[in-house]
């Protein structure tokens, strides 16, 4: 199976600030990598996908990036409502797999 | 708007069947790849089976043997056929839909709100 890792497993941050946030894959994945936030009570929502696509109504602070093992999530100036549970996650082969995810405070 | 609605969670004992279903709406089913994740409490979330949109199925090994995926068009959903059941399967089950872009990459691009299972004495 491939092991996807996140850094760091939690964030606290200011409203305005850059936050990035790394996801490495065990073997590379090409650009198969996903990305998801959570908000507690609620199901997980696509953020990016294929590594660096914005899912419709996205707002454009959020960015991602990378291919084969390293991949990474920027928020480009943090807000409020971004306080979240991030997931990456692979498609490249079965079974599909997420990283531990990230829990993202907002100060 | 498309939407994707889980039902028959509960309580069930050790060893005992659960079968968790997955309607949807302005949209076929048949027409995606359809999977099943799963969230422990508190926890993570992890792959627990898929079926294409030819039907072949996929499980994880943690449930392979015991849980069976089906899709029904007529009804325009899909199944979670669980046996066998254990603490350790006690979770919050989703179901998902797959949507591939020009490279066939597949992501979750609709996700029903959950349904708890709780396997306990």
């Known amino acids: 199976d491939i092991q996807m890792t996140q850094s760091p497993s939690s964030l606290s941050a200011s409203v305005g600030d850059r936050v990035r946030i790394t996801c490495r894959a065990s073997q590379g994945i090409s650009t198969y990598l996903n990305w998801y936030y959570q908000k507690p009570g609620q199901a997980p929502k696509l953020l990016i996908y294929a590594s660096s696509n914005l899912q419709t109504g996205v707002p454009s602070r959020f960015s991602g990036g990378g291919s084969a093992t390293d991949f990474a999530l920027t928020i480009s100036s943090l807000q409020p409502e971004d306080s979240a549970t991030f997931y990456c996650?692979?498609?490249?082969?079965?079974?599909?797999?997420f990283g531990q995810g990230t829990k993202v405070e907002v100060k | 708007d498309e939407q994707l609605v889980e039902s028959g969670g509960g309580l069930v004992q050790p060893g005992g069947s659960l079968r968790l279903s997955c309607s949807a709406s302005?949209?076929?089913?048949?027409?995606?790849?359809m999977h099943w994740v799963r969230q422990l409490p508190g926890k993570g979330l992890e792959w627990v089976s898929a079926?294409?949109?030819?039907?072949?199925?996929y499980f994880s090994d943690s449930v392979k043997g015991r849980f069976i995926i089906s899709r029904e068009d007529a009804e325009n959903s899909l199944y979670l056929q669980m046996n066998g059941l254990g603490a350790e399967d006690t979770a919050l089950y989703y179901c998902a839909r797959v949507s591939r872009g020009l490279w066939g990459i597949g992501q979750y691009d609709l996700w029903g709100q959950g349904i708890l299972v709780t396997v306990s004495s």
């Open positions: 996650q692979q498609s490249y082969t079965f079974p599909w797999t």
């Open positions: 079926i294409g949109i030819t039907g072949g199925t």
């Open positions: 302005e949209f076929t089913v048949g027409s995606y790849d």
